[in-house]
């Protein structure tokens, strides 16, 4: 840059023109770079969500039907939707699902960071066994915990009859409408929590021992030292995590879809389960779309809340 | 820091606390594996009602009995098994791939060059990243259903590109790639661009060599959510030639009479490759995730 601005100061007509046209031809390459991505955002989700919308005010099939042309309908959708119990219920166990997983598995992520980042022996050996349940895909890992969770004779009924000498047990984990949410609660905390521990153990990772040295000095004990330095410390860290666990909560679906199906009893029936069964099985785009951009609100809200939370620190 | 000489008493607390973390490490530890450990024994036990019979035992966490690969051999036998595998291979590469390329080159045009719009654009790349993919899945189902493609049919449904190119795209891995490229110093790129390089070449030959980590990280992350991906190819895929591990574990499952000694099998045939993975390439997963919290 610096070149050719003296070159321009020397001779301005002969280079004006070569240093315009190096821009154009920046401006070119760089729409270039750009134009792959962009075009893919455009079609498959910039052009999806808006389309959201408009389909939420109309009664779009899947397959559409030439003797019944779609119609537009106004807020019909998002008025219905509240009358739909299956709906509600959906919401009020995303909302259960959160209220419940958020606290334990963030708590239970930050004592799994805080554990494992003592300088102790063999403890990358305990890292990395806690992190394991990540890399397995939720929809395989589900079947096999559906097994786990056998009414009669499944390992975790033994175990509980087992640790409460016979007081406690069997019970019909997936077809309890009182046990099957919780049932479903656990197996996503076992696959979810070592995430959330690699998140923190890298936030654990990023506060100056200073702060404990001095905080040593000054004769605080470890809870203090955990009150007082670490918790403070990671408070972005906590917020993300607790944002992107509530986030995940409501996208709940591959666990539900193959352990219960919503059921029993549209007990475990999810925001998600609900858009899918009403837009692809039942094939009512409208009014699965109507629900897509509701739930759209409660993420975005949620999202929002971070950088609220996140700023008002700095 | 401790003082040299620790009397007895104090040695005996520490290390019986040091005893009780271990303890309790451990305690954590069969938590996380039990459910991978009944897999991986159940898959090996070939007589079904041995497995029935133990299920609720401590030997279900045993190789006891009669052990053999017959389960396995019967997952083949029943399904498509190495179909759904080569599938679920192909789209899970194809979307990192591609993504690696296609987000790596609009972030360096976003972090380096000078363009019109430029700064419009990153704050919609940067918003993009709020719209979960499950609020677009229904009417992107509906686009998808009626677009053409270069064979002539007119859906993209059943195909393995319905599966792959919507998610090359990604708004979170471009902005990872921004982050990253702007921290790199430009003097490299200036005296590149005196010697008269191209844009591309730029990029190719000096961005991308120092960016080893974010394309490690992004390649990672972006792995990890398609590989297991199940939502969309329920809604988009019926048959069972392009048909991923996931959506055929779901169809297999749902077969009845159920063989938990096949399931087990199946089950153990797609989680264990990624496990060796994930072992030998530890640090990589566990920096990806870190970086991945750093957003916001």
Same mark, same amino acid.
Request: proline share 5%; net charge positive; aromatic share 14%.
């Given at each position: 840059?610096?070149?050719?601005?003296?070159?321009?100061?020397?001779?301005?007509?002969?280079?004006?023109?070569?240093? #315009?046209?190096?821009?154009?031809?920046?401006?070119?390459?760089?729409?270039?770079?750009?134009?792959?991505? #962009?075009?893919?955002? #455009?079609?498959?989700?910039?052009?999806?969500?808006?389309?959201?919308?408009?389909?939420?005010?109309?009664?779009?099939?899947?397959?559409?039907?030439?003797?019944?042309?779609?119609? %537009?309908?106004?807020?019909?959708?998002?008025?219905?939707?509240?009358?739909?119990?299956?709906?509600?219920?959906?919401?009020?166990?995303? %909302? #259960?699902?959160?209220?419940?997983?958020?606290?334990?598995?963030?708590?239970?992520?930050?004592?799994?960071?805080?554990?494992?980042?003592?300088?102790?022996?063999?403890?990358?050996?305990?890292?990395?066994?806690?992190?394991?349940?990540?890399?397995?895909?939720?929809?395989?890992?589900?079947?096999?915990?559906? %097994?786990?969770?056998?009414?009669?004779?499944?390992?975790?009924?033994?175990?509980?009859?087992?640790?409460?000498?016979?007081?406690?047990?069997?019970?019909?984990?997936?077809?309890?409408?009182?046990?099957?949410?919780?049932?479903?609660?656990?197996?996503?905390?076992?696959?979810?929590?070592?995430?959330?521990?690699?998140?923190?153990?890298?936030?654990?990772?990023?506060?100056?021992?200073?702060?404990?040295?001095?905080?040593?000095?000054?004769?605080?004990?470890?809870?203090?030292?955990?009150?007082?330095?670490?918790?403070?410390?990671?408070?972005? $860290?906590?917020?993300?995590?607790?944002?992107? $666990?509530?986030?995940?909560?409501?996208?709940?679906?591959?666990?539900?879809?193959?352990? $219960?199906?919503?059921?029993?009893?549209?007990?475990?029936?999810?925001?998600?389960?609900?858009?899918?069964?009403?837009?692809?099985? $039942?094939?009512?785009?409208?009014?699965?779309?109507?629900?897509?951009?509701?739930?759209?609100?409660?993420?975005?809200?949620?999202?929002?809340?971070?950088?609220?939370?996140?700023?008002?620190?700095? | 820091?401790?003082?040299?000489?620790?009397?007895?008493?104090?040695?005996?607390?520490?290390?019986?606390?040091?005893?009780?973390?271990? @303890?309790?490490?451990?305690?954590?530890?069969?938590?996380?594996?039990?459910?991978? @450990?009944?897999?991986?024994?159940?898959?090996?036990?070939?007589?079904?009602?041995?497995? @029935?019979?133990?299920?609720?035992?401590?030997?279900?966490?045993?190789?006891?009995?009669?052990?053999?690969?017959?389960?396995?051999?019967?997952?083949?036998?029943?399904?498509?098994?190495?179909?759904?595998?080569?599938?679920?291979?192909?789209?899970?590469?194809?979307?990192?791939?591609?993504?690696?390329?296609?987000?790596?080159?609009?972030?360096? !045009?976003?972090?380096?060059?000078?363009?019109?719009?430029?700064?419009?654009? @990153?704050?919609?790349?940067?918003?993009?990243?709020?719209?979960?993919?499950?609020?677009?899945?229904?009417?992107?189902?509906?686009?998808?259903?009626?677009?053409? +493609?270069?064979?002539?049919?007119?859906?993209?449904?059943?195909?393995? =590109?319905?599966?792959?190119?919507?998610?090359?795209?990604? !708004?979170? &891995?471009?902005?990872?790639?921004?982050?990253?490229?702007?921290?790199?110093?430009?003097?490299?790129?200036?005296?590149?661009?005196?010697? *008269?390089?191209?844009?591309?070449?730029?990029?190719?030959?000096?961005?991308?060599?120092?960016?080893?980590?974010?394309?490690?990280?992004?390649?990672?992350?972006?792995?990890?959510? =398609? +590989?297991?991906?199940?939502?969309?190819?329920?809604?988009?895929?019926?048959?069972?030639?392009?048909?991923?591990?996931?959506?055929?574990?779901?169809?297999?499952?749902?077969?009845?009479?159920?063989? +938990?000694?096949?399931?087990?099998?199946?089950?153990?045939?797609?989680?264990?490759?990624?496990?060796?993975?994930?072992?030998?390439?530890?640090? +990589?997963?566990?920096? &990806?995730? !870190?970086?991945? *919290?750093?957003?916001?």
């Amino acid at each position: 840059m610096a070149i050719s601005k003296s070159q321009t100061a020397s001779a301005k007509p002969t280079t004006s023109r070569p240093m #315009l046209s190096w821009k154009r031809r920046e401006q070119r390459v760089a729409w270039a770079f750009v134009a792959p991505a #962009l075009l893919l955002l #455009l079609i498959f989700l910039i052009a999806p969500f808006g389309l959201a919308f408009y389909l939420s005010l109309t009664d779009q099939r899947l397959v559409p039907n030439p003797n019944l042309p779609t119609r %537009f309908v106004g807020l019909k959708h998002y008025l219905a939707m509240w009358q739909d119990a299956t709906f509600v219920r959906a919401l009020l166990n995303n %909302f #259960l699902f959160v209220a419940v997983v958020v606290p334990v598995q963030t708590s239970f992520a930050l004592f799994l960071a805080v554990l494992v980042n003592q300088k102790i022996k063999a403890i990358n050996f305990f890292r990395t066994i806690y992190f394991i349940p990540v890399v397995t895909i939720m929809a395989i890992v589900a079947v096999v915990w559906t %097994f786990l969770y056998n009414p009669d004779q499944g390992i975790i009924n033994k175990f509980i009859q087992t640790i409460s000498f016979g007081q406690l047990g069997p019970y019909r984990w997936l077809e309890d409408p009182k046990l099957a949410f919780p049932a479903i609660m656990l197996m996503s905390i076992w696959q979810g929590v070592g995430f959330q521990m690699v998140i923190y153990l890298a936030g654990l990772q990023e506060i100056p021992g200073e702060l404990y040295e001095a905080a040593q000095l000054d004769g605080a004990s470890a809870w203090q030292q955990f009150r007082f330095v670490t918790l403070p410390q990671l408070r972005n $860290t906590s917020i993300f995590v607790v944002i992107s $666990t509530t986030i995940m909560a409501f996208k709940l679906f591959d666990q539900v879809e193959i352990m $219960t199906k919503g059921g029993p009893n549209d007990a475990t029936v999810t925001a998600m389960l609900h858009i899918v069964n009403s837009g692809f099985r $039942t094939q009512k785009v409208g009014y699965a779309s109507a629900l897509s951009v509701v739930f759209f609100i409660i993420v975005l809200l949620i999202s929002l809340g971070q950088r609220i939370f996140t700023r008002s620190e700095r | 820091m401790q003082r040299p000489a620790i009397e007895p008493t104090k040695r005996w607390q520490k290390s019986s606390r040091t005893f009780g973390i271990y @303890l309790l490490m451990t305690g954590i530890a069969l938590f996380t594996l039990f459910p991978i @450990l009944f897999m991986l024994v159940t898959a090996i036990k070939a007589d079904e009602s041995q497995i @029935l019979r133990e299920m609720s035992t401590f030997a279900a966490f045993l190789p006891t009995g009669e052990l053999s690969l017959q389960n396995f051999r019967d997952v083949f036998e029943r399904v498509p098994f190495a179909q759904y595998l080569i599938n679920s291979v192909i789209i899970a590469l194809s979307i990192v791939i591609c993504g690696l390329f296609v987000n790596s080159l609009i972030a360096y !045009a976003l972090a380096r060059m000078q363009f019109r719009g430029q700064k419009l654009l @990153l704050a919609i790349v940067v918003a993009l990243i709020i719209i979960p993919f499950q609020a677009v899945a229904v009417p992107l189902l509906l686009i998808v259903n009626q677009l053409p +493609w270069f064979d002539g049919r007119m859906t993209w449904l059943d195909s393995y =590109h319905v599966q792959i190119i919507p998610f090359i795209a990604d !708004a979170f &891995s471009i902005f990872l790639f921004y982050q990253f490229f702007l921290n790199i110093p430009k003097d490299i790129e200036e005296a590149a661009l005196v010697d *008269g390089a191209s844009r591309f070449r730029m990029y190719s030959q000096i961005i991308v060599p120092l960016s080893r980590p974010v394309f490690a990280t992004v390649a990672i992350l972006q792995f990890l959510t =398609h +590989w297991g991906d199940f939502l969309w190819p329920l809604m988009v895929v019926r048959d069972p030639a392009v048909r991923p591990l996931t959506v055929g574990m779901q169809a297999f499952f749902g077969q009845m009479p159920r063989q +938990w000694g096949d399931i087990m099998a199946f089950a153990t045939m797609v989680t264990l490759p990624v496990l060796i993975i994930f072992l030998l390439f530890q640090k +990589w997963f566990v920096q &990806s995730v !870190a970086s991945s *919290g750093v957003k916001g």
